[in-house]
């Protein structure tokens, strides 16, 4: 592409008068991944600024650098935009010809359920024999057969551009993707033309990058500021957040949750020994019947999941005909099994309300003792550890508070800040809580100590297989570590 076509999509001047024509290489916007011919784009982040790199960039080879102030004295032609991060996701949108214009582009977005309900609509629309493309959390699938391991919930915008680009040619006719609020209020998703948007819930997390739940909810409102002209709103307005955004939509608007008037209603959900019963009423036709995901919550996200594809044209008939063979996704209230005569679940809850969910949830699952183990990831929204604590002992008759993701934190000081919220619950209730911070001996001891019938929830790391420690990153598999134990304790997996 010549550097002049990029330059009229980006509305970008040069302070020196006409650009000398030349073919660009690719987009960057880390100076040390930057290849000759590329334009790298400055972008201001939390912790620092792309244009204390702008020199490094022109020594690699820069064609050009987009700033949002010139940078004197550095060897590069540099072109000046208003705000560098629309500028780089407008570019790419043209870099990559514009892909979420030629399929549909379902963005899901809230605090909890993204990656569940993603994976889900990504099935109701295989089921329909169309391919569909995802980008989030757990991982990205461009294409049959093209996963490849995932590092943020929502990428760059130069990354998503180019993901849609490829997932078109792996023949992808649809793409989903989890929209974070941290992507939304850096813009990475601008451009992209979404057909329908989702928004889950909004319940406190993420408030040391958001000053307050007022931004948080502004952040994820931006979502279905890029709806296309056909696009369609579903909002999960049991949430009051989600009723608050459902008032503002004036295109079309598809309601779920238990609420009467709901576009999908959710009329029952039993729990089975083995998965649950759930019933929905899709626009007044009643579907439903046994589904293989565990959880309460998992009502929310089917009948989100149901709402997009009916959004997206799949009539409910069809939607009746997917239920059942809808599966659990990674890590989201994931059974482990080596034939033990109780209950061992990995969940990825690490809000205080995904716990209250998770704990709630697998109480209906439980026939004897319900077992907590978690902890909380470090360099991350303090805030939320007492409450956690609180919430885990509150809700199950045993706690093991432990390890997460410490990161460049101290173990024992996240602990210790759980622990106080923990003292509080167990002081009013009389309950106990065992607390270790390596997180593969609190598995164990967890394990160790079942009786048949209880159920033990793992939570916080779900599909995660690695832990991020003080002294850097190790292999840690909750799954691989929890079968361990069980084979430890005589178990095998048949
Ligand atoms: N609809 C829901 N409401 C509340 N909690 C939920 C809901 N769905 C899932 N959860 C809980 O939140 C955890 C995370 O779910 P999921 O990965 O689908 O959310 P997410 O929004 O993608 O999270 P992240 O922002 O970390 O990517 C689950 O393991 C479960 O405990
Ligand atoms: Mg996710």
Known sequence: MRLTTLLGAIGAVSPRGPVKPAELGGLAIDSRQVKPGDVFFALEGTQSDGHDYVQMAADKGALAAVVSREVPGAAVEQFVV?????ALALA???????????????GVTGTNGKTTIAFLIRQ???????????????????????????????????EIQQKLALMLDYGCRSAVMEVSSHGLDQKRNYGCCFQVAVFTNLTPDHLDYHPDMEHY??????????????????????????????????????????????SVRIVSW?????????????????????????????????????AAGYALGIQADSLQRVLPILEPVPGRMEPVEAGQPSQVLVDYAHTPDALEKALKAAREHTHGRLICLFGCGGC????????????????SDLTYITSDNPRREKPEEIVGQIVAGAKEAGARQGKDFMVEPDRRAAIFSAVAGMQPGDTLLIA?????????LPTGKIH???REVALEALKEQGYCQS
């Not at 790419?92 to 379902?106: G, M, W």
């Not at 169309?130 to 929502?154: A, H, K, Q, Y």
């Not at 899709?282 to 989100?304: D, E, M, S, T, Y």
């Not at 916080?460 to 991020?468: F, L």
């Open 82 to 86: 208003p705000d560098t991060r629309e």
């Open 92 to 106: 790419a949108c043209e870099f990559y010809d514009h892909p979420s214009l030629k399929f549909p582009l379902i």
């Open 124 to 158: 109701i629309l295989g089921h329909e024999g169309i391919i569909c493309g995802l980008l989030g959390t757990v991982c990205n699938i461009l294409g049959p057969d093209r996963r490849e391991p995932s590092e943020l919930t929502t990428m760059q915008a130069h």
């Open 217 to 262: 909810y502004r952040a994820k409102s931006l979502l279905f500021e890029s709806l296309g002209k056909q696009g369609r709103a579903v909002i999960g307005w049991d949430d009051p957040y989600g009723a608050r955004l459902a008032k503002g939509i004036d295109g079309p608007l598809i309601t779920y949750g238990e609420r009467p008037g709901s």
């Open 270 to 306: 039993r729990p089975l020994p083995v998965g649950a019963e759930v019933e929905l009423e899709v626009f007044g036709k009643r579907i439903g019947g046994p589904v293989g995901l565990l959880g309460r919550f998992n009502a929310q996200n089917i009948a989100a999941a149901v």
């Open 380 to 395: 991350r929204y303090r805030e939320k550890r007492p409450a956690m604590g609180r919430i885990a002992v509150g809700l």
């Open 460 to 468: 916080g790391k779900g599909h995660e297989d690695y832990q991020i």
């Open 476 to 478: 840690f598999d909750d």
